[in-house]
């Protein structure tokens, strides 16, 4: 067996195993909230059941699509995603759910447009990169994509969603170092976009309060309001000690921690198989984002830049998401809304995430035969 035939089981084994995670911690995590909300307490795995059959068919799409097409239609892409940004903002067309307008909905179904937005910039800034690999380092060819990023960002941070604008910031200044640009640009580039984050909390308040509590989530004055999250995801975690309580066994999910089947669905599987399981899922993420920075090598070793730059980019959003979701159950940063890949409840997060999953299976593929 070849190095690169085995990067395809470095990908699958744990792609399989996360997503059937991910299924198993909706299904407990949403039985009382599914309840509560719909008389159905397998609504939530039911339609998460769909979602994923849905991805399995955009993954059976990506398989057979040539890579060398998505370089083609990268403009395409990117254009359908500003349209649906913009579209959100049309009345009766975006949909508002906890004060945020992230959804634009047909009948029951969502698609969350910021989420379609990262595929299309992993694509587009890949292509761009590619195309312009020997310009890069002049300020005109440097600042085309930084304009295309600060316009979708303004589009996003305006639903307001800080935690997407930051994974897609930190995942095309990613893709543009990997691409070649100067240590100078890179520094530059991220000192900007952190003076902007640094702007754009200070002058939310809810952003302040959200700070305020991740300081403290305990204290008095924000334990019952912009702490409150944070506060029972800890005691869910702490809860959970090493071994868990069980499948199926939490106390938090039952009304106590909001968005439980969501982005704190980690506090609700931590409390249930233990940190031994909360170990067992980061290092099954960490093989996952080892094949695929391998394929991502390979790639660039044979000389097919706009495919390696893809695959560095899905592994840099996968790994961001993972990291910083995994950092707000556990109180190392604020809270944001940011699903946890493959196991989080979503219905767009999880099919373009398996469509991402696909197109790396693809470009690994064509390796073997170059």
């Given at each position: 067996?070849?190095?690169?035939?085995?990067?395809?089981?470095?990908?699958?084994?744990?792609?399989?195993?996360l997503?059937?995670?991910?299924?198993?911690?909706?299904?407990?995590?949403?039985?009382?909230?599914?309840?509560?909300?719909?008389?159905?307490?397998?609504?939530?795995?039911?339609?998460?059941?769909?979602?994923?059959?849905?991805?399995?068919?955009?993954?059976?799409i990506?398989?057979?699509?040539?890579?060398?097409?998505?370089?083609?239609?990268?403009?395409?892409?990117?254009?359908?995603?500003?349209?649906?940004?913009?579209?959100?903002?049309?009345?009766?067309?975006?949909?508002?759910?906890?004060?945020?307008?992230?959804?634009?909905?047909?009948?029951?179904?969502?698609?969350?447009?910021?989420?379609?937005?990262?595929?299309?910039?992993?694509?587009?800034?890949?292509?761009?990169?590619?195309?312009r690999?020997?310009?890069?380092?002049?300020?005109?060819?440097?600042?085309?994509?930084?304009?295309?990023?600060?316009?979708?960002?303004?589009?996003?941070?305006?639903?307001?969603?800080?935690?997407s604008?930051?994974?897609?910031?930190?995942?095309?200044?990613?893709?543009?170092?990997?691409?070649?640009?100067?240590?100078?640009?890179?520094?530059?580039?991220s000192?900007?976009?952190?003076?902007?984050?640094?702007?754009?909390?200070?002058?939310?308040?809810?952003?302040?309060?959200?700070?305020?509590?991740?300081?403290?989530?305990?204290?008095?004055?924000?334990?019952?309001?912009?702490?409150?999250?944070?506060?029972?995801?800890?005691?869910?975690?702490?809860?959970?000690?090493?071994?868990?309580?069980?499948?199926?066994?939490?106390?938090?999910?039952?009304?106590?921690?909001?968005?439980?089947?969501?982005d704190?669905?980690?506090?609700?599987?931590?409390?249930?198989?233990?940190?031994?399981?909360?170990?067992?899922?980061?290092?099954?993420?960490?093989?996952?984002?080892?094949?695929?920075?391998?394929?991502?090598?390979?790639?660039?070793?044979?000389?097919?830049?706009?495919?390696?730059?893809v695959?560095?980019?899905?592994?840099?959003?996968?790994?961001?998401?993972?990291?910083?979701?995994?950092?707000?159950?556990?109180?190392?940063?604020?809270t944001?809304?940011?699903?946890?890949?493959?196991?989080?409840?979503?219905?767009?997060?999880?099919?373009?995430?398996?469509?991402?999953?696909?197109?790396?299976?693809?470009?690994?593929?064509?390796?073997k035969?170059?």
């Amino acid at each position: 067996m070849s190095s690169i035939d085995k990067n395809n089981y470095l990908i699958i084994f744990p792609f399989i195993f996360l997503v059937l995670l991910g299924l198993v911690m909706i299904s407990s995590a949403s039985i009382f909230i599914a309840e509560a909300q719909t008389a159905d307490p397998f609504h939530y795995i039911s339609r998460q059941l769909l979602f994923v059959s849905v991805g399995l068919i955009s993954m059976s799409i990506f398989l057979i699509i040539p890579s060398s097409f998505l370089l083609k239609i990268d403009w395409l892409l990117i254009l359908i995603s500003i349209f649906l940004l913009i579209a959100l903002f049309i009345p009766d067309i975006g949909s508002s759910v906890n004060g945020s307008i992230r959804w634009i909905r047909f009948g029951s179904i969502g698609i969350q447009p910021s989420e379609i937005c990262k595929f299309s910039l992993i694509i587009y800034i890949s292509g761009y990169c590619y195309r312009r690999s020997s310009e890069l380092y002049s300020l005109r060819n440097f600042l085309k994509p930084l304009t295309l990023l600060s316009i979708i960002s303004l589009l996003i941070m305006s639903q307001p969603d800080l935690g997407s604008t930051a994974i897609i910031c930190l995942v095309v200044v990613a893709i543009l170092f990997y691409a070649g640009i100067s240590f100078f640009q890179f520094f530059l580039l991220s000192v900007l976009i952190l003076l902007l984050g640094i702007a754009a909390i200070s002058t939310s308040p809810m952003r302040i309060a959200r700070m305020m509590a991740f300081m403290d989530p305990f204290d008095s004055e924000v334990v019952l309001g912009s702490g409150y999250q944070l506060a029972n995801s800890l005691i869910s975690i702490g809860q959970g000690g090493w071994t868990g309580l069980g499948l199926g066994n939490s106390f938090q999910k039952n009304f106590f921690l909001p968005e439980a089947h969501t982005d704190f669905i980690f506090a609700i599987l931590v409390e249930e198989l233990g940190v031994i399981g909360g170990i067992v899922l980061i290092a099954t993420y960490i093989i996952l984002f080892f094949g695929i920075t391998k394929v991502a090598i390979n790639s660039i070793n044979l000389g097919r830049i706009f495919q390696g730059l893809v695959c560095f980019g899905t592994m840099m959003l996968f790994a961001s998401q993972s990291l910083f979701n995994i950092a707000v159950n556990i109180g190392l940063l604020p809270t944001k809304g940011l699903t946890l890949p493959f196991i989080s409840y979503g219905g767009t997060s999880i099919i373009i995430m398996m469509s991402l999953v696909a197109i790396v299976l693809r470009i690994n593929n064509e390796n073997k035969l170059i």
